[in-house]
């Protein structure tokens, strides 16, 4: 039986107090740490990803489409987005003694300003390690040639 590595809820300091929203959902959830020391990070809440960062991942997907033409491989953009949330965007689905029952593919839509960039590095060292490009930066001008 797996436990995860963490459990996250988000909450609220008020008046010197941790207040966590949902927090009978939340002591649930903690039920599969019963009997372990276990450690506790507060930390200030990231908003979610920017329209800016998703206008981004959708220009570059059809970037990323012509560099897989270029290896024989014919994807469509909406192919590829799943392939890459697919690669990197993972969750354990844990049942509540902590086994791990499958997974689930994260949307982007979930992830704050802090987790997309990571999402969109490892987006760039897959690139850069199987097709032998680098994505191009948010702002640089991008030319794709279509076929």
Same mark, same amino acid.
């Not at 107090?17 to 959830?29: D, G, I, M, P, T």
């Not at 970037?63 to 024989?72: C, H, P, V, Y």
């Not at 392939?83 to 965007?89: C, E, G, T, V």
């Given at each position: 039986?797996?436990?995860?590595?963490?459990? @996250?809820?988000? &909450?609220? #300091?008020?008046?010197?107090?941790?207040? #966590? !929203? /949902? @927090? /009978? =959902?939340?002591? %649930?959830?903690?039920?599969?740490? =019963?009997?372990?020391?276990? =450690? #506790? /990070?507060?930390?200030?809440?990231?908003?979610h990803r920017s329209l800016q960062q998703?206008? !981004?991942?959708?220009?570059? $997907?059809?970037?990323?489409?012509?560099?897989?033409?270029?290896? &024989?491989?014919?994807?469509?953009v909406e192919d590829i987005k799943i +392939?890459? /949330?697919?690669?990197? $965007?993972k969750q354990d689905i844990v049942d @509540?003694?902590?086994?791990?029952?499958?997974?689930?593919?994260?949307?982007?839509? =979930?992830?704050?300003? #802090?987790?997309?960039? %990571?999402? +969109? @590095?490892?987006?760039?060292?897959?690139?850069?390690? !199987? $097709?032998?490009?680098?994505?191009?930066?948010?702002? %640089?001008?991008?030319?794709?040639? !279509?076929?």
């Open positions: 039986m797996k436990i995860p590595d963490y459990i @996250s809820a988000n &909450g609220e #300091v008020k008046d010197g107090r941790l207040k #966590v !929203y /949902k @927090s /009978k =959902e939340f002591a %649930e959830l903690i039920r599969v740490y =019963e009997g372990k020391q276990i =450690e #506790v /990070k507060v930390s200030r809440k990231h908003s998703n206008a !981004y991942f959708h220009a570059i $997907l059809p970037f990323i489409r012509e560099a897989l033409k270029d290896t &024989g491989n014919i994807m469509t +392939m890459l /949330k697919s690669m990197f $965007l @509540s003694e902590g086994t791990v029952m499958g997974q689930r593919i994260r949307g982007t839509h =979930e992830l704050n300003k #802090v987790e997309f960039g %990571e999402f +969109m @590095s490892d987006c760039n060292h897959w690139c850069i390690e !199987y $097709l032998s490009c680098e994505i191009p930066k948010p702002g %640089e001008e991008l030319e794709i040639k !279509y076929n």
